[in-house]
């Protein structure tokens, strides 16, 4: 017989059952969640996690990602990686490795899809003017942002402000404190890594920044590239180069699986707390951080500072420096609902909400209105 048939509800209570029965005992089960800030009964047919997932994805902070940089400036050009295609990326490697090591695949995708939404415009550069600006006011942190987000600025509930999501996926978003992360937002934490750099990687060259010749001296790409010629030989430049870039991601997640499989058997932890004591266990080998490391500063000498990538950052620190200033010091600049926030939270963080949830496109479009006469005064 089956194990159910169309007429069988797999209902939530089912799915904690599930995970408590076939998850690791270092993962985190549902049932088991510290639960939310405020009340709220269970639902019928979802677990505690898939409902957060569920509202992050239907959260505005979320759908903005889709215009917000990762590298490039949004305008730049439309194949290049955004905040969103970013979280998916990782989403999707964090996912294959909580299913490998028996963790919750819900609450990692939970924290995966949520780990960006605390970026400005601009990437890092949105970021760093944020933190500058903000610097005698309480400080600005994507961290604390998501966590902002979820908690307090996302408005969809009739009984409670933010999206009330359950403690774990809440504490994950910060990624600091005296404890070490649970296993899940170390996973996440882990994938976040391989897919900035790779993929910064895939982006530089397809714009021409980066070039292989280049490359050659980093010992990931050399090696990866030695690999997918010798066992795809005569392939075109363009194939070669994505299955190059496959070959990273896969060696770093093959890397990731089997060293901290090695720790998690040499630690054995009883329980999802006893796993977040001492080192931190879903992590890479010495040997693949040292190969990471290398990467990272490559791409930081020869794409993060490279002229053009400069000229962009500086332009659009200028637009968030002037826009913060004008705006903080005149809040009747701000539209209504924006001019309220201010009022309610203070004139510079009020604005540095407004400012950090934008997209690119929309903060360009307000620099103009504010700064240029030709500019419209209001949204079109």
Known sequence: ?????????????????????????????????????????????????????????????????????????????????????????????ARTVARALGLNEDLTEAIALAHDVGHGPFGHTGEDALAELMREHGGFEHNRQALRLVDVIERKYPGFP??????????????????????????????????????????????????????????????????VTRRYPGLDPARRRYHVVRSLIDRAVTDLLDRSRERLLETAPKDPLDAQRGERLVAPSHAMERRQLELS??????????????????????????????????????????????????????VCDYIAGMTDREAIQEYRRLFHADAGTGPE
């Not at 194990?3 to 509800?9: F, K, L, S």
């Not at 939530?12 to 995970?19: C, G, H, N, P, Y």
């Not at 549902?30 to 009340?39: N, V």
């Not at 050009?77 to 969103?84: E, H, Q």
Request: charged content about 30%; overall charge negative; some cysteine.
């Open 1 to 93: 017989m089956p194990a159910h048939d169309a007429g069988t509800m797999v209902n939530r209570e089912a799915l904690e059952e599930r995970e408590l029965r076939e998850l690791a005992p270092y993962a985190m089960k549902a049932r088991l969640s510290r639960g939310r800030q405020h009340e709220e009964a269970e639902h019928a047919y979802r677990t505690a996690y898939q409902r957060d997932r569920d509202r992050i994805i239907h959260s505005g902070a979320f759908r903005r990602l889709e215009y917000k940089t990762q590298v490039f400036v949004n305008s730049f050009g439309d194949y290049y990686r955004t905040r969103l295609t970013h979280t998916m990326e990782v989403a999707q490697i």
């Open 162 to 227: 933010g999206l009330n999501l359950t403690a774990e996926v809440r504490e994950s978003l910060l990624k600091h404190g005296g404890q070490q992360l649970c296993l899940e937002a170390q996973v996440v934490d882990a994938a976040d890594r391989i897919a900035y750099n790779t993929h910064d990687v895939d982006d530089g060259l397809t714009s021409g920044i980066l070039d292989e010749a280049a490359l050659s001296e980093v010992a990931l790409w050399s090696d990866a590239l030695d690999d």
């Open 297 to 350: 500063r490559f791409l930081s000498r020869h794409f993060y500072n490279d002229y053009r990538v400069r000229r962009m950052r500086r332009k659009a620190s200028e637009f968030i420096r002037e826009m913060f200033l004008a705006l903080s010091g005149d809040t009747g600049l701000l539209p209504p609902a924006a001019q309220e926030w201010a009022k309610e939270h203070g004139a510079q963080r009020g």
